[in-house]
């Protein structure tokens, strides 16, 4: 029958591991109890502080808020305008040869989108979110992830739902049946104004 009974140098070994477990828990708590007192003391001599708990540095200045991004469709004139030319290379460039199939009624899809409102705030939104969301600094290894599943797929369901913003390009007489995906046209220049020949003059 062996004996399981630990030596004394294996338990040496754990009373030394469990010894430096100890030192950085003692150390953290030193550092931490360190800060805690200095933001007491910060608070307690108000640090400059006026009675709204606002530093004399802070005033005149915006007090930091995490930046609201613009909601599109209320953005004025110029603005909108840029916003918007910007979107339009996202979607052109990536999301439409990248996650658009072919177009059905029950895909829907209309290759002027920028005159829907609807679509136009949809695809804004989730343009944002991949801005956000495929960038390692700011979401980590996941975020990708995180843009497909919450952000991409729920706006391309409701996009080219059968209901969707798009369903009248795909009945309306008036506005071609959408079987393959082109790209936005170019609007082409204004033609010249036509200007009438001036009558002769009756002799």
């Known amino acids: 029958m062996s004996d399981d009974t630990p030596t004394v140098e ?3 070994e754990d009373f030394e591991d469990l010894k430096a477990t100890v030192y950085g828990f003692a150390s953290q708590l030193e550092h931490n109890t360190k800060k805690v007192n200095e933001l007491a003391t910060a608070v307690a001599s108000g640090d400059g502080q006026d009675g709204d708990g606002e530093s004399g540095k802070d005033k ?3 007090k930091e808020k995490p930046k609201t991004p613009p909601f599109i469709l209320w953005l004025p004139g110029d603005k909108y305008a840029d ?3 910007a979107l339009a290379g996202w ?3 990536l999301l439409v040869p ?3 199939g072919e177009v059905s009624s029950s895909a829907t899809w209309c290759a002027r989108w920028w005159e829907h409102p609807a679509a136009v705030a949809r695809l804004h939104a989730a343009w944002l979110a991949w801005q956000e969301l495929t960038n390692p600094e700011t979401c980590g290894l996941t975020g990708p992830s995180v843009w497909h599943r919450d952000h991409l797929d729920p706006m391309l369901a409701q996009l080219r739902a059968a209901d969707g913003p798009f369903a009248g390009c795909m009945t309306n007489p008036d506005r071609p049946q959408h079987t393959v995906l082109p790209v936005p046209p170019v609007d082409p220049a204004p033609a010249p104004p036509v200007v009438a020949e001036p009558e002769a003059a009756n002799a």
């Open 10 to 12: 294996v338990l040496a």
């Open 60 to 62: 005149g200045k915006e």
């Open 83 to 85: 916003e918007l030319a």
């Open 91 to 93: 979607v052109r460039d």
């Open 98 to 100: 990248t996650y658009f």
